[in-house]
């Protein structure tokens, strides 16, 4: 089956630098979740998108924006990297319904020097 | 307050044996969902099983099973007949709320337990 395609899956930038990170949901999947993972800790939410449209924001910060485009794929792009941002990013799809599980891309795993 | 508590930051247990992953929640709502999430070292994020507030029965998926205690507000993994493959990091998380427009369904985690399974 079909699953979560992110690129890229590993990204090593400078700080101050600019990044963007891409996620293709499962087909037919109309609703993308960002989340950020630190070392250690647990995924946080960032931000989701519903047929376009942002739907929902979490703890994201004002240096990142996000788009879902026409083909359902999502860009997260951040700027001005700051040591912090290292992190593994993960997409999620969902159908979006309320019950709808959401499934989770492989990550990409950001490391900012 | 935590949404999600995950006691055990680690645990271990013997191949072929069942193990038990615990998670107690909190929220006022009446509507919510509970899913479990296994993370192996190599960092991806496998669902596991699903249970809602309103399912009667507890969730099973192969050798994973939910033990739903709505009044005590736990959603425990149970892991059968263990093998060395489970050793991962398991997540507990919850989404909160009935219908609130798609996309709005974002999960809160736990964090974590990390299950070591000895040969």
């Known amino acids: 089956a079909a699953g979560v395609i992110q690129s890229p899956r590993h990204l090593i930038k400078e700080k101050r630098e600019t990044a963007t990170l891409k996620c293709y949901p499962i087909?037919?999947?109309?609703?993308v979740y960002w989340y950020q993972q630190g070392p250690g800790q647990d995924p946080q939410f960032l931000i989701s998108f519903y047929e376009k449209m942002q739907s929902d924001k979490g703890s994201i910060p004002d240096r990142f924006s996000a788009q879902q485009f026409s083909d359902y794929h999502s860009e997260l792009n951040m700027s001005s990297l700051e040591l912090g941002d290292s992190a593994l990013y993960f997409c999620?799809?969902?159908?979006?319904?309320?019950?709808?599980?959401?499934?989770f891309g492989p990550g990409t795993r950001l490391l900012v020097l | 307050a935590q949404k999600i508590t995950q006691t055990q930051p680690g645990m271990f247990v013997q191949e072929k044996e069942a193990v038990t992953l615990d998670c107690t929640y909190d929220?006022?709502?009446?509507?919510?969902?509970l899913f479990w999430y296994k993370q192996p070292s190599s960092g991806e994020m496998i669902f596991l099983i699903y249970q809602g507030s309103y399912d009667e029965q507890n969730a099973t998926e192969g050798r994973y099973s939910l033990n739903f205690q709505k009044a005590r507000k736990s959603a425990n993994l149970v892991i059968s007949a263990s093998q060395l493959g489970d050793s991962a990091m398991y997540f507990c998380a919850m989404r909160e709320g009935g219908y609130s427009g798609a996309g709005s369904y974002q999960l809160t985690f736990g964090k974590g337990t990390k299950l070591s399974v000895i040969p």
């Open positions: 999620a799809s969902s159908p979006g319904g309320v019950g709808e599980t959401q499934y």
């Open positions: 929220t006022s709502d009446q509507s919510y969902g």
């Open positions: 087909p037919r999947h109309d609703t």
